[in-house]
């Protein structure tokens, strides 16, 4: 039972981590390594506990941008030009970030849970 809290608590800490360091400039591009490295470390679970706290991660991280993709989306709808771009467009580059956060956030957690396995760190 307390595997799964450190999974959980690994992936919130991942997901939290994750979208403060993507307001930072020049940060933002390995956001998602550097929340995945801190929720795995926290984790500590090896290489298949820092993978599901990377894809629990995503998961996280999936509610949101879909979330904020649909209301943005809603909002403009009716817009003359711009309104059917951005509904149409919502979703796709919502993928992408989604994507890049799942790719880049799955490797940081499997290398954070295996540092803190070896305790190198």
Do not use: Q, W
Request: proline share 3%; hydrophobic share 55%; net charge neutral.
């Amino acid at each position: 039972m307390e595997v799964i809290a450190r999974v959980l608590g690994g992936a919130l800490i991942g997901m939290v981590c994750t979208f403060i360091f993507y307001f930072i400039p020049l940060i933002n591009s390995i956001a998602p390594l550097l929340g995945g490295l801190l929720g795995g470390y926290y984790a500590d679970g090896g290489s298949g506990g820092g993978l599901k706290t990377g894809v629990l991660m995503t998961v996280f991280m999936i509610i949101p941008g879909f979330i904020l993709g649909g209301f943005l989306g809603s909002i403009l709808r009716d817009a003359p030009v711009l309104g059917g771009l951005v509904t149409a467009s919502a979703f796709i580059i919502t993928i992408v970030i989604v994507a890049h956060t799942a790719v880049v956030g799955i490797i940081g957690s499997v290398i954070g849970a295996i540092l803190a396995e070896r305790g190198t760190v």
